[in-house]
Each structure stands twice: as structure tokens, then as C-alpha cells.
């Protein structure tokens, strides 16, 4: 029985995972691979170099699916200072309906795309961001919570909390983001009023992530004690990879007087990133993870991945329906 929720039946997919947005990874070979497993795909738009190569992306998407796929648009810090609504225009033109936003003031993207009859999903790290986007008329809030790979803010709330006040304040739909790699994370998820969930990490290991063997692997062999937060002392703290050079940026930033981003900057730099998936290096450069790579241990197919999140999910749940049954007999 496939597992109907409000996320499933807004987005129109079978299954109610959303494949989490990922720099340099969220290319349109992986976002069809989601959406063709029954996930939603994401494309995320600021690994493309332009809004027109961002059209040619979204193109090519639509060669490889014939299902829903979204766009991500994230917010947030940058060394060059990206044509958001640049990406955002190109997508609407190429008939994107589906956008998933991320960090700092979002109004003017939320207004443009509502105004285009786009649905839009929210991350948001904190209860008051997640209230304030509602008010703005976004569709779907992502609750990422304090485990996940990247950016989770600055209050450090884990998942479990941020997700049952959630429940507590919100009057629209909510995924669940952050920690969530597999079935019983899912089942977790509904359990905490979640109508789905949003998984990055879990994806990036899959056969059709577009990145290294070798960086698959390293987080096939990862425990969930493997990351490390970077710019805590610059307010834009993001989970990562705990390797050389963020154990070097932790160093930095630690030194009496801190560090400046200038002094990170070469260390940091999402290009040199971007090389750590292409040469499989995994002590080249920055590059996050969330702490479920503990819960990862294998390389499937997205297919194999999504039916078995599936499985699992469905099995958890008629576990706990037995649960209560044999209760009722005592
Ligand atoms: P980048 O090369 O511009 O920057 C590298 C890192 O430094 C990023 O984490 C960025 O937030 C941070 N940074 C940049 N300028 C900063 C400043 N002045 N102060 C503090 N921190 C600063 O990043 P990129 O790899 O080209 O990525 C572009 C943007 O997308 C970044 O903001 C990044 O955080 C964000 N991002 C998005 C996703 C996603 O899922 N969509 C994933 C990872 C990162």
C-alpha cells in the first residue's frame, strides 16, 4: 500500500521523499533518478554557473523524467553573489512549478514565485522562520533540523523538538529534514506530524549521484561522529565533512580573535569543493554531510534506494499498528 500523504498528493508523487537539494550535486542526471524512483527530484539552481545554464539543465531533466521535478534556490552567504532572481525567472519560463527556497530573507522570492503559481516548499531552521514563511504564503515548510548537512543555524535544536513543535504551531503541511536516511526515519518523521521527508546525504551515496566512487565510499565507511560544524564565529555555521581542511578552518576560527572569512576564503571555496567530488579526494576541500552517514552502508540505485525507504516505512508502521493491538488484548 503506497503511503498517501499531503506532500505526495501537493507534489504528486508516489513516494513522500523529497531528494534535498545539493551544491554541485543536484545535476539533472540525480534529480531524474529521484523523480523516476518515485521521490521528488531537485535541481539546485546555484550549481549551475548562469540562469541560462539553468534552462539547459532544466531541459535536460525533462529528457531524462517525465515526473514532477523542483528547483532549489538557496539564500545564503556566497563568495560571488549569484542573479538569484535571474534563476528563479529562468526556471518559471522553463514551466518549473515546483521550488524549493532556503535561507536569508526569502519574501521577494517567495512573492515572485507564489505570484506565479508556483508551489513553494520552505526550509527553515528555526519555529519563528517557519511561522513567518507560512505568513507569507509558501506551501510546504522543510523543518531541518540540528543534525543535517550544511547550514542548521545558530539555536542547535535537534530534529526530535524542532519537529514536535512543529506539530504544536503550524497549520500547514511540513517535511522533515535533517537525519533522515532510511524507513524508519520516514515512519519517524510521520509519527512527528511530518507529511514526508527531505534527505541529502542519503542521495548523495546513491549510483547515480553524480560524484566520485571514492567519495561514496568514504561515506559508506563514515560514522555519525563524522562531521564537524565550520563558521560558528561567523554566523553561518554549516555541517561538513570532518577532514584536513575543516579541522584547519575549526583551528582558525578557534585562535584568540577568531578568523575572518577573507582567511577561510581559499579553504572554504565551493569550487574547491566541487573538486572533491570530481577527483575523489575527500581531504581536497569542504564538502557536507549530515550526521545520518552512520545510518549509511551502501551504494544503490535510487530506484532500490526509494523502494526500499518504502518498505521499511511500511513495515515500521504495521509493527506499531501490531503494537497496539497486543495492548488492547492485555
Ligand atoms: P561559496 O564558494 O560561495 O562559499 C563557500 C562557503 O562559504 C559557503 O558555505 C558559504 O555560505 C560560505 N560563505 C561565503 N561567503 C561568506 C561570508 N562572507 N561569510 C560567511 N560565510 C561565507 O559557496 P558555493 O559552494 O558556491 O555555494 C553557494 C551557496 O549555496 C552558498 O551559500 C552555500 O552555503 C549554499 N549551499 C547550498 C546548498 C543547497 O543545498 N542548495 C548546499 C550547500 C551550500
Redesign the pocket.
Known sequence: MPIVTELTKILNIRVPVIQ?????V?LPSLAAASSNAGALGIL?A?TQPSPEALRKAIRETRELTTKPFGV?I?L?????P?DYAGYARAAVEEGVRIFET??NNPKPLIEYLKANNCIVIHKVVTIRHAKAAQKMGVDILSIDGFECA??PGEEDVAGMVLLARAAQELSIPYIASGGFADGRGLAAALALGAQGVNM?TRFLCTVESPIHDNIKQTIVNATEKDTVHI?RT?N?T?RVFKNKVSTEVVRLERRPGGAK?EELREL????R??VVYEIGDPDYG?W?IGQCAGLIKDIPTCEELVRRIESEAESVIDGLNKLKVVKARL
Request: aromatic share 6%; charged share 5%; glycine share 18%.
Open positions: 534535498a537539494a545539493m551544491q554541485h543536484g539546485t546555484l532549489n538557496t545564503l552567504p556566497t563568495i560571488n549569484p532556503a535561507g550544511g547550514h541529502g563558521f561567523l553561518n554549516a572569512f572554504v571555496s565551493g569550487q569543493g566541487k569542504i557536507s
